[in-house]
């Protein structure tokens, strides 16, 4: 230290000192793993979401009336970006269909993806749209050929080895589609036990016809009847129309359909067989005529005319 001045000697000893601190501070804090840094081999992404239009479309709706209710799959085919393997632990989604949000939900798919690997997901959505008339109006379109615009938004949750990932909220996924379907017609049989021939009053007769329908399609409607023909026997008693009876998607209706026969009107051979059906005496009975099927009032669908309600009738007991 000879030619070291006094106050050298202080700095060295000092700097001497800190770096004995920095060095015990250093080993107290590194990991056991001895790791000098960590660098990202490649950008993190989130899980890709492609849309697939043979698993999407409207699986079901009703109009107002009917429930007002619209049940609809978007098919996906899920994939990881990143050149290692990832785990998809949820996807939290909104839904909007034609601008406007109708859905909101979660999945959790608890799938392993491989890097560069796909696996299918499909988003479930069940919606009420009462009340909103553009939308319905945009829905009952997808039937009549117009596309249906749609998206889905949210995030994903997706882990890997070591670290935990969630993405910012994004769309996933957007595109249109049609109704799977196309309006199915009606099935239509006559409640025997239920339909009967009576008279309101003097002169007066009445035939009431109990039709349970079904509607075996996915789309809710409105079935009503122009000019529907009854005839007993094969004579034509009276026309009338059916008014506008709601038929949910797969589900079952009662319609009530009332005539009013007008004897003086009817032939020697038509006041016969309502005479027949008056007194007890069980008479063929038939009902036909033009049918369609509206849905919200944006598309009309006929029936086929080869529709028909047919069996027998008579009164509950014979008329005085």
């Given amino acids: 230290m000879q030619g070291i001045t006094t106050s050298a000697r202080r ?21 056991s793993t001895a790791i000098k840094s960590a660098t990202p081999l490649a950008e993190i992404r989130p899980p890709q979401f492609h ?13 107002p ?22 785990k998809v632990e949820s996807v939290r989604y909104d839904v909007f269909l034609d601008g406007e949000r109708v859905a909101r939900g979660e999945l959790s798919p608890g799938v392993y993806l491989g890097a ?7 988003f479930p959505i069940h919606s009420d749209l009462k009340g909103k008339r553009s939308l319905l109006q945009a829905v009952v379109r997808a039937f009549a050929d117009t596309p249906l ?30 109704a799977r379907q196309k309006v199915v017609p009606p099935r239509l049989r006559l409640d025997e036990r239920a339909s009967r021939v009576f008279t309101l009053r003097a002169g007066v007769p009445v035939v009431q016809v109990v039709v349970m329908a079904t509607n075996p399609g996915d789309i809710g409607y409105f079935l009503s009847g122009k000019d529907l023909t009854l005839t007993l026997a094969g004579q034509t008693m ?25 004897p003086d009107k009817l032939s020697a051979d038509g006041r016969a067989a309502l005479d027949a059906a008056l ?17 919200l009032g944006v598309a009309s669908f006929a029936v ?7 069996g027998f009738v008579a009164a509950a007991s014979p008329t005085p």
Avoid: H
């Fill in 238 to 262: 009276a026309r009338d129309d059916m008014r506008p009876v709601p038929l949910a998607a797969g589900q079952d209706g009662r319609i009530d359909l009332i005539f009013y026969p007008v």
């Fill in 304 to 310: 086929p005319p080869d529709w028909e309600i047919a």
């Fill in 149 to 178: 615009p749609f998206s889905v938004e949210g995030t994903v949750k997706f882990t890997s080895a070591s670290y935990v990932f969630e993405s910012r909220r994004a769309e996933l996924v957007a595109g249109a589609t049609l």
């Fill in 65 to 86: 009336g009917a429930g007002a209710g619209l049940a609809m799959t978007v098919g996906t085919l899920m994939r990881n970006p990143n050149p290692f393997g990832i």
């Fill in 51 to 63: 849309l697939v239009p043979g698993q999407t479309g409207i699986e079901r709706f009703d109009p």
């Fill in 116 to 122: 560069g690997a796909t696996a299918p997901l499909r």
């Fill in 279 to 295: 007194q007890g005496i069980p008479t063929l009975l038939r009902v036909n005529g033009a049918l369609s099927m509206d849905v």
């Fill in 11 to 31: 700095r060295l000893r000092a700097a001497a000192g800190a770096a004995v601190v920095a060095l015990a501070v250093l080993t107290g804090c590194a990991p």
